[in-house]
């Protein structure tokens, strides 16, 4: 009975663990998938290579300082709601990254796809330990983790064949479609309870 249980608990939060999984390597994706469009980036903008380091220092700042913020958010509002607002706002950020005229707008696209980004792995986490018990939860949380591996290993590969075969545009055109399939997942798979930690953020 015990092992049948333990099959059924697995069943029941894979859907879980593969929602936040593409969630997370969306996010961990944008670290090293600009990587081989530098050049490009720099003939689009017309910027050196002092410029285009702010492409990644930024968005990882931006990253940093959403993580407090949203694990905040999640405790206070639960965590279905926010991690559907990180992917989001990431996808909001890729949308903007698209169409920009310049590099400064271009930046601050890459802000707002960190702002949510931040969020996404943190989030995803809390989850976890919301919904899968202690002996299995070591295991869930490093399925969902080996999504960054993956993630800095497909990045730049992926990156250096969409801007020569396409553009650099198609980098962050590909978060979209990607972010939409993880918010109509997590409607269904995270959980909806509130910590009700209140407190200043």
């Known amino acids: 009975e015990a092992s049948v249980a333990g099959h059924r608990l697995e069943r029941s939060t894979l859907p879980l663990l593969v929602t936040l999984g593409l969630g997370v390597f969306a996010g961990a994706l944008d670290l090293g998938v600009l990587s081989p469009a530098l050049p490009a980036l720099a003939r689009a903008f017309g910027v050196g290579p002092g410029a285009l380091a702010w492409v990644f220092t930024l968005y990882l700042l931006a990253n940093v300082a959403s993580i407090p913020i949203m694990t905040k958010l999640a405790d206070r509002n639960g965590r279905r709601p926010v991690y559907i607002a990180c992917v989001a706002i990431f996808a909001v950020g890729s949308i903007f990254a698209i169409s920009a005229r310049n590099f400064t707008i271009f930046l601050i696209a890459r802000a707002i796809q960190a702002a949510g980004a931040g969020g996404i792995f943190p989030v995803a986490t809390a989850a976890i330990a919301d919904r899968v018990p202690p002996e299995r939860r070591g295991a869930a949380l ?57 407190g200043p953020l």
Do not use: D, K
């Open 142 to 198: 490093g399925l969902v983790a080996a999504t960054w591996g993956l993630a800095a290993i497909i990045g730049p590969s992926l990156g250096g064949l969409l801007t020569h075969l396409l553009s650099w545009h198609w980098i962050f055109a590909a978060n979209i479609p990607l972010a939409i399939v993880v918010i109509f997942m997590a409607r269904t798979t995270l959980p909806t309870n509130v910590s009700n930690v209140r």
